[in-house]
């Protein structure tokens, strides 16, 4: 049989152009591959991580700390190049609510244990009330909650009255054992809320009140929690985002410019603490905490709240600024 070579010629050509189509389409494949990895999860490539000169924040710092009326100490991670500075890093500070985040990090450790359910129902007695913040103190006697309905209005609004209903389940110790686990050793809960009488160390709860840590540990756990090394990446996640929906922002939330944050604080008449993951080019860990604060006004201009917010603003500034928001998908 004789074969017509026009015939072989287009079938060449043919063939020749599939092939090129095909390593085309590959190639393609590939970048938008490398492109989707890049990208977070909203589709859009994170901006570029910076490099913040951590000296000259150091020295920024350190001279609103030093015209503070009252001991200031903090404590700043860089979780993407592992940067860190702190001043009274590892001194004890009374925490006030702050010290829920580590309630909160126990009631998600033990129910990933299977030991808590987020669904197990907390009822209300009118002997669990106890005062200052949170909205169950004024719920009708026999209100049921659920762990997670505590969890949230523990972190967002610090009801102290949820906090209590949580310590009353998960019981004071086990969030020692955890925070422990963790490294964290002079991070402790002393009792529950207004209740002095429930304390498991009156000694330190007569000196620190509600809680105890050190700028340092607070820190190193919301750094856990944003490695998903806390109790697990899917646990942390849920944490992280119930703090994000913290109300308080008068402190480093204060001239951050709606920066996305997960954050929680804490106040009595001479301590203001607050810890915060922002979101920045870079994730940014920041926890400052005061004692013995000299104005112990409630009012919002009060010494220790500016002293917060202006380390605030320094520490967003250091990191490039609050990046601009990504574009309507």
């Not at 985040?101 to 244990?113: E, G, M, P, Q, R």
């Not at 856990?224 to 109790?231: I, R, S």
Request: aromatic share 6%; glycine share 6%; charged share 20%.
């Amino acid at each position: 049989m004789r074969i017509d070579p026009r015939f072989i010629a287009t079938e060449l050509h043919s063939r020749t152009s599939r092939v090129a189509v095909s390593y085309a389409a590959i190639l393609l494949a590939g970048v938008i591959a490398c492109a989707a990895t890049r990208a977070g999860r909203s589709g859009v490539a994170r901006p570029q991580f910076v490099r913040a000169d951590t000296a000259a924040l150091r020295k920024k710092l350190d001279s609103i700390a030093d015209a503070h009326h009252g001991v200031v100490g903090y404590s700043v991670i860089d979780l993407e190049t592992g940067a860190r500075i702190n001043r009274r890093g590892d001194e004890t500070f009374s925490t006030a609510s702050l010290i829920k985040v580590a309630i909160l990090v126990t009631v998600y450790d033990l129910v990933a244990k299977g030991q808590l359910s987020l669904d197990d129902p907390l009822t209300v007695l009118k002997i669990d009330q106890v005062p200052g913040s949170g909205i169950v103190q004024f719920l009708h006697n026999g209100t049921v909650l659920t762990v997670h309905d505590a969890a949230w209005l523990m972190s967002t609004i610090s009801d102290n009255t949820a906090t209590n209903l949580l310590l009353d389940r998960i019981i004071i110790r086990r969030v020692w054992a955890k925070m422990d686990s963790l490294g964290l050793p002079h991070t402790r809960v002393h009792s529950k809320s207004f209740l002095r009488n429930s304390s498991v160390a009156m000694d330190s709860s007569v000196k620190y009140g509600l809680g105890v840590t050190t700028p340092n540990e607070m820190a190193h756990l919301f750094e856990l929690m944003a490695l998903g090394k806390a109790v697990n990446p899917a646990a942390d996640s849920t944490m992280l985002d119930i703090l994000e929906h913290n109300t308080t922002d008068f402190m480093l939330q204060r001239y951050a410019g709606g920066a996305r944050a997960a954050h929680k604080d804490g106040e009595t008449d001479a301590v203001r603490t607050e810890c915060t993951l922002w979101y920045l080019r870079n994730r940014v860990v920041a926890c400052v905490m005061t004692k013995e604060n000299k104005d112990q006004r409630w009012i919002l201009d009060n010494e220790p709240q500016l002293t917060l917010a202006n380390m605030g603003l320094a520490i967003i500034n250091a990191f490039g600024g609050v990046p601009p928001a990504p574009p309507p998908s």
